[in-house]
């Protein structure tokens, strides 16, 4: 799935590696450093997606000394955000595709209004049409239980770190 967002995310990695770069080469008192290629500041271009995001998720924390119940939040963070597009982008094709499947089925009803329609040609598109209808709402909401799912092992993380928080001020 391309969004604006998820380029946006991607330029905005690509300036802080670049950022790194300068300050590690303005950081030496010589300057005799080498610079880095331009393969480790740019991201891959092949593979899966979801390494790239761990792999550029883990470059920032390290970066920035970040401890691991930050980075598995953070990275929690990015997948319930992940899911959520997919779930907005999949409701949008649902909302696209229910309004075809109202037309079919608009003229699958003129159709039966006929005396003489071809009856074994009008069941065979209806249960076309309800299989597709099926499949989309069944797809859709797969990707919003993902979600949903996603959200609650988020607020429970988030409540687990909370919980470690304050343990020490309430003896818990």
Not at 4 to 19: D, Q
Not at 38 to 45: K, T
Not at 49 to 74: I, P, Y
Not at 92 to 113: A, G, H, P, V
């Amino acid at each position: 799935m391309i969004s604006p967002g998820m380029s946006s995310c991607e330029h905005t990695i690509n300036t802080l590696r670049y950022a790194d770069r300068v300050k590690e080469l303005g950081a030496d008192e010589g300057g005799n450093s080498p610079p880095m290629n331009d393969e480790e500041l740019m991201l891959r271009a092949g593979g899966d997606d979801g390494d790239n995001e761990d792999a550029d998720l883990s470059l920032v924390c390290s970066r920035n000394g970040t401890d691991k119940s930050t980075f598995d939040m953070m990275k929690i963070v990015s997948s319930l955000t992940a899911a959520e597009e997919e779930a907005l982008y999949s409701q949008y094709n649902l909302e696209q595709n229910m309004k075809s499947w109202m037309k079919e089925m608009s003229n699958l009803i003129t159709r039966s209004s006929t005396v003489d329609y071809d009856q074994e040609k009008y069941v065979r598109d209806s249960v076309n049409l309800t299989n597709k209808m099926f499949s989309g709402l069944s797809e859709c909401m797969g990707k919003v239980i993902v979600a949903l799912i996603l959200s609650v092992l988020f607020f429970l993380f988030f409540i687990s770190c909370n919980l470690q928080f304050f343990s020490g001020f309430f003896f818990l």
